[in-house]
């Protein structure tokens, strides 16, 4: 559950001030490879469709629409939390409760733009369909193989020589 509500507020970070248009809060910290690409997942969304001018156009309006009417980061939580995380003792019970209300902020912004995904995954042919389908499942088995790598490197115990 710990890493779940992890991953979460890192996505949030990335994918709610890039919505608000701001630089992106995590720059310069070290996310593993498997996190960046679940919160990057939106941007690469259509890759490998070829678009029409026509949607292309659709998707845009749809996007502005959708930024203009998302709910923005609240940068107060974001220094709530960091107070909380820079604390000379870790208080728990408020670090979850932060968290948690971090998370349900999230929540509220990937509906939204799950929302508009959906209405630009409507703009497609079945013929464009079929390809973005494919393209997921691809972006999925390699997620799947690189999670495998890591644990199975996780797993393994250093081979002590004896010199």
Known sequence: MHKLNVLVIAAALA?????????TA??????????????????????GVRLTEQQRQQMRDLMSQARLAAPRLNISEMERLHTLVTAETFDEPAVRAQTEKMAQQQVIRQVEMAK???????LLTPEQRQ???????QRIAEIQLQM????????????????
Not at 15 to 23: I, L, P
Not at 131 to 137: A, E, G, S, T, V
Not at 148 to 163: G, H, I, R
Request: hydrophobic share 25%.
């Open 131 to 137: 390809i973005l389908n494919q393209k997921h499942q």
């Open 15 to 23: 994918t709610g001030s890039t919505m608000a248009g701001e630089k």
């Open 26 to 47: 995590t720059e310069g910290w070290h996310h593993d490879d498997i996190a960046g690409r679940l919160s990057d997942s939106h941007y690469s969304m259509f890759d």
């Open 148 to 163: 495998a790598e890591m644990t199975q490197t996780s797993t393994q115990k250093p081979v002590l020589s004896n010199e």
């Open 116 to 122: 508009v995904r959906n209405q630009m995954y409507n």
